[in-house]
């Protein structure tokens, strides 16, 4: 029987990439977006509105969590509080609205795959995105905690940290601070989405069955711990 995926922010960019990658390995995709286009239309920000989606997909196995945003570019003391308030309820709080609805039907099977988009910056701290990069660190945290509490289930998550990827996400971060970020990329070159997404089908598949709570890096050799 195959597997059912439920991709957040699966319209667009590397939630996309990865629904034609699971797609191709035979798993039913379901995409949920804010987006026109998507299976449901959903503002993940909403615990009610994930809540109530839940309930209406039914069981899934593989929970891709790629719904983001890079928010305002600026000096800490600059920034908007809107702004990083929003960046938080996205990238955070939307990690945490879908796992809270979805994990606990994974435990019942016995079975399940969670892979979180986290980035680069949730390590290293970008200068001028610090509602990014500390939204990105909480969701490694947040993936690191969960996966110690899951470890006997047999739901595994983990998280992806990727470097700068061509995807429109980034396509509106300001060109200076594209350009700072790809000079950091050993190879000197963004990303490709389907590059990613070959390391999330792998994630969300039986081929991975020893690790949980941890964070893979994909960034061209930028990581460096």
């Known amino acids: 029987m195959p597997r059912t995926a439920l991709i957040t922010g699966g319209v667009s960019g590397l939630g996309k990439a990865a629904a034609i990658r699971l797609k ?120 690191k905690s969960l996966g110690k509490e899951l470890a006997t289930t047999g739901v595994l998550a983990n998280a992806i940290a990727p470097a700068v990827i061509e995807t429109p996400m980034n396509a509106a971060t300001a060109p200076e601070a594209l350009a700072h970020l790809t000079s950091l990329i050993p190879m000197k070159r963004l990303g490709r989405p389907e590059e990613v997404a070959e390391l999330i089908a792998w994630l969300a598949s039986d081929k991975v069955s020893f690790s949980t709570g941890a964070v893979y890096d994909i960034s061209g050799g930028r990581a460096t711990y």
């Open 24 to 143: 191709a390995d035979g798993v039913k995709v379901i995409t949920l977006d804010v987006a026109g286009g998507a299976d449901l239309v959903v503002d993940v920000t909403d615990a009610a509105a994930v809540q109530a989606a839940a309930g209406r997909i039914g069981p899934i196995d593989i929970l891709i969590n790629s719904a983001g945003v890079v928010g305002p570019n600026a000096p800490l003391w600059e920034l908007p509080l809107d702004g990083w308030r929003r960046t938080f309820d996205v990238n955070v709080n939307g990690t945490f609205h879908t796992c809270r609805a979805f994990v606990p039907g994974m435990i019942e099977r016995g079975w399940g795959r969670i892979v979180n988009l986290a980035s680069m910056a949730g390590k290293d701290g970008n200068p001028n995105m610090a509602p990014y990069s500390a939204s990105k660190a909480a969701v490694i945290a947040l993936t």
